[in-house]
């Protein structure tokens, strides 16, 4: 079946460590996301990619780095310089029409970052 | 920037009720989407809606587009158990090729045995 899949699941970091999460895609989308999401508020985003080798920063971008060298993966490195680093990131997909696909995203089951 | 209200914060209701809940901006969109995230999960899309007082329903779920552009509601009819979760609904502006989604805060509903 096509999806999104994330890795790892849960992961813990000491700080100063950069820490990368994994995001796969097989749905043939163009358009990948990364999202952060912290309790009580929404989801913001962190860095966005609507081609190969092409992408821009989102809302949130201080402290993180992103590579789309491939269609189906967009891998999100948690560096260092992130002040706050601890939560849960949601990678997700679309199918194109636009930036963000009319809004309508497919997500991945995230993952979640606890540093300690 | 803009922010969506999205009213109640959490819900606790009994299996069988009717729920319902929405999100409020200063902001106009020019589309709305509700998804719901399961606990330890990524959201999933339930609802798109693109136009003005547009009326959706997926089974046992409505959700309305605002006249005014400017909110839209969900409601749920008949709850229950695989309905807990955590509700969120987004608004999607488009101008002169920029988009921007904003996500609510969301609506935690829980069901009560």
């Known amino acids: 079946d096509g999806g999104i899949t994330q890795s790892p699941k849960y992961l813990f970091r000491k700080e100063g460590q950069n820490v990368t999460l994994s995001c796969e895609q097989n749905l043939n989308h163009d358009a990948m996301y990364w999202y952060r999401q912290d309790p009580g508020q929404g989801l913001r985003l962190i860095y966005y990619s609507q081609i190969v080798n092409d992408f821009q920063k989102g809302d949130i971008a201080e402290g993180y780095s992103v590579s789309r060298e491939k269609k189906e993966s967009f891998p999100l490195t948690v560096t260092s310089a992130q002040k706050n680093p601890t939560a849960f990131y949601l990678c997700a997909s679309t199918e194109g029409q636009g930036a963000l696909g009319a809004g309508e995203l497919f997500f991945g089951e995230g993952s979640r970052l606890t540093v300690l | 920037g803009q922010q969506l209200n999205q009213s109640p914060q959490s819900m606790f209701i009994q299996e069988g009720e009717d729920v319902s809940m929405n999100c409020t901006s200063s902001s106009i969109f020019n589309t709305w989407l509700w998804y719901k995230q399961d606990p330890g999960e990524g959201p999933v899309l339930l609802i798109a809606?693109?136009?003005?007082?547009e009326l959706t329903s997926n089974g046992r779920l409505t959700a309305q587009f605002g006249i005014t552009r400017k909110d839209s509601f969900l409601n749920i009819s008949a709850s229950i158990p695989s309905d807990v979760g955590i509700y969120f609904c987004?608004?999607?502006?488009?101008?002169?090729?920029?988009?921007?989604?904003?996500f609510g805060t969301g609506t935690r509903l829980t069901i009560i045995p």
């Open positions: 809606l693109y136009k003005a007082g």
């Open positions: 987004a608004g999607l502006i488009s101008n002169f090729g920029n988009e921007k989604l904003t």
